[in-house]
Nanobody, 129 residues
Framework: QVQLQESGPGLVKPSQTLSLTCTVS??????????WSWIRQPPGKGLEWIGY???????RYSPSLTNRTSISRDTSRNQFTLQLSSVTPEDTAVYYC?????????????????????WGQGTQVTVSS
């Protein structure tokens, strides 16, 4: 059973960089062909795919966020990290990490269960001064 757990600050000031870590257990993040994603859900809105990092460390980001997004990994800790720069209050959301194994997810999903086999419980991030 794969388990994912998001961690990071719950409050970020505008213009700063949001940084979240996803700790994975039950599967190595460099298992062949696996993809590891970040997703968010702003209040009152649907899910938004942010990006993923693959088993080789390759990344792909949402076109709407690519200029501000960076996803990296630490294989020794079995973690991958999201950094979102120049945040505004519109970046306030519940942030999730998830995986659908060897199938990359870039679609808009109505629910996490529609697109991901495993996901974390989510962490609330509020952007406010």
């Amino acid at each position: 059973q794969v388990q994912l757990q998001e961690s990071g600050p719950g409050l970020v000031k505008p213009s700063q960089t949001l940084s979240l870590t996803c700790t994975v257990s039950g599967e190595s993040i460099d298992t062949a062909f696996y993809y590891w994603s970040w997703i968010r859900q702003p209040p009152g809105k649907g899910l938004e795919w942010i990006g993923y990092i693959d088993y080789r460390g390759g990344t792909r980001y949402s076109p709407s966020l690519t200029n501000r997004t960076s996803i990296s990994r630490d294989t020794s800790r079995n973690q991958f990290t999201l950094q979102l720069s120049s945040v505004t209050p519109e970046d306030t959301a519940v942030y999730y990490c998830g995986t659908n194994g060897v199938t990359p997810v870039r679609a808009v999903c109505a629910s996490l269960s529609e697109c991901y086999e495993f996901w974390g419980q989510g962490t609330q991030v509020t952007v406010s001064s």
